[in-house]
């Protein structure tokens, strides 16, 4: 026969088995194959409740990064039974890894459902090492899926919650994925009202959030869009959620309890299964010893030996179970009881207690409110928010963000009208501050209030103090102070002054404390946009066409 031929045929017997749900090689742990090829619960107690305490804790915490780590924390193992070597079918334990917990949330067959094809081998594809590629195929490209086709931990409608959770913390535009350890707020929750997507967090060395819209390094395309700092946004959503929750007080309280108390007893009954297994293998130890023919000195000593391992393994996991029992008892003590209902009447200091971990701040705050929606403006400081309620009740707010220049004020005209009105009519810094400050104006960054300084530096840079003003005339035609250019360009002016310095527009340093004048007629000032929006977007390399001034008009 051919080799082709005898191949397909293979082949073939092998999908119709598997079409009757018959192939197995291999059965996931927490399942056995009986000798009559039937497919159930692995017999030992400790393995079947391993197993379920993975899915329990997994619609829990969520995160398989978290599962895994609550399950090293707490010194639980996979009951693995190994498919081949000396080993074979014996039980052994073996530390979980983040590649097992992700298959095992992801096995259909936890759910009671015998599948085929799930990672079919791509015959147009191989791996330069001459592996076949085996990618996984969406459920609707499976070959085979046969559902209630033996013992399930898990229903499949938990199955398919499991998968699209795993699938929404993939963090990507759309999903929101769970709360998080880090220090801002609304990740997964905040909406960039300009173009939809969620937005980032990322934090400062010193702990300060940012919140970003990534579109520009998605879409590569202009206008950008704008974050903010996470504080102030922050602040107003914590606010508005402890609002909310007043009333909630009394059940939340009762509800803590009880979570407390049920992880408590679950961990409990891991460790009765574990201190039961000590106790059964030091047993089983001293019988083996006890009927071995003493003549046997050799057998006679490696048993005796054995049994002493077994008993010692059973000392240390009682002396654990006791360690675990006092730092943890299945009861909460009448104070700790208090101590709960207290900070539960009292949400403001429950919130903010050291105790409470921003993971749980988010939970809270995702269980009330759907999503926050931010207009974030580059020439306004002023940011429109809108929090969605779960429930369908928006509610509209308004925060000030910190920015960065006077250019980013939304009120700078009015507020640059006002500085020159009040020093034409001849006030000094100081009392042009006082003024400012009375009618509700702020610098940027919130600096807090106008000071003297403040107030003297803006007026130094606007050409308002000092003789700049009288050397107006020094600025010819197309040219500009650079702080102008830099202000109708909405970007830096020490980056301006960076480009002017590079030689990347013609301007010239004046002996007026260093200030510089630029040129930039209509069509340079399209060129510094374009470099303007590259820069922005994270390019590093500018073509030379970009960084090149074009040829400045001789002076008549
Ligand atoms: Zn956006």
Known sequence: MELHIMRNR?????????????????????YVILPNDEIAFDPDEQARGVVQLIFDKFAEIRTIYGLFHWLIQHDIQLPIRPNGGANKGQLEWHRPSICTLAQTLRHPFYAGAYTDGRRPTDPKRKFSSGKSYKPWVPMEQWKVLIKDH??????????LNNRKQIEQNRNEPGSSGVPRKGAALLPGILVCGNCGRHMQASYHASGMGHYACNRQYVEGTEPRCYGLAAKSLDELVAQQVLRALEPAALELSIKARADVEHERQRLDQHWQQRLKRARYDAELAERRYQEVDPAHRLVAATLEKRWEETLN???????????????????LSADEQTRITALASDIPALWNAPATTNADRKQILRCLVER???HVRCDSEYVDTTIHWAGGFESQHEIV????????????DALMNRVVELREAGHAAPEIA???????????????????????????RRGLIGDERSHDELVGKNEWWLTDLARKLTMSHLKLR???????????????????????????????RKLLADSRRGVNTYTSELKTPKKRPVAK
């Not at 033996?150 to 199955?159: L, M, R, V």
């Not at 006082?434 to 130094?460: D, I, M």
């Open 401 to 412: 963000r910190a920015v960065g220049t006077y250019a980013q004020l939304r009120d700078f």
């Open 150 to 159: 033996h013992p399930a931990y898990i229903s499949w409608d938990q199955y």
């Open 10 to 30: 293979l082949q073939r017997g092998r999908d119709h088995k598997a079409q009757a749900g018959k192939l197995l090689y291999a059965v996931p742990f927490g």
């Open 434 to 460: 006082r003024r400012l400050n009375a009618e509700g104006f702020s610098p940027p960054k919130r600096r807090g209030e106008f000071t003297s300084p403040v107030v003297y530096q803006l007026l130094k």
């Open 372 to 374: 926050v929606v931010v």
């Open 498 to 528: 960076d480009w002017a310095v590079r030689g990347w527009l013609h301007g010239r340093k004046t002996p007026l404390q260093g200030r510089w004048i630029v040129w930039a007629d209509k069509d340079e000032v399209r060129r510094l």
């Open 313 to 331: 393994q059973q000392r240390q996991v009682q002396e654990e179970y006791e360690r675990f029992v006092r730092a943890k008892p299945v009861q």
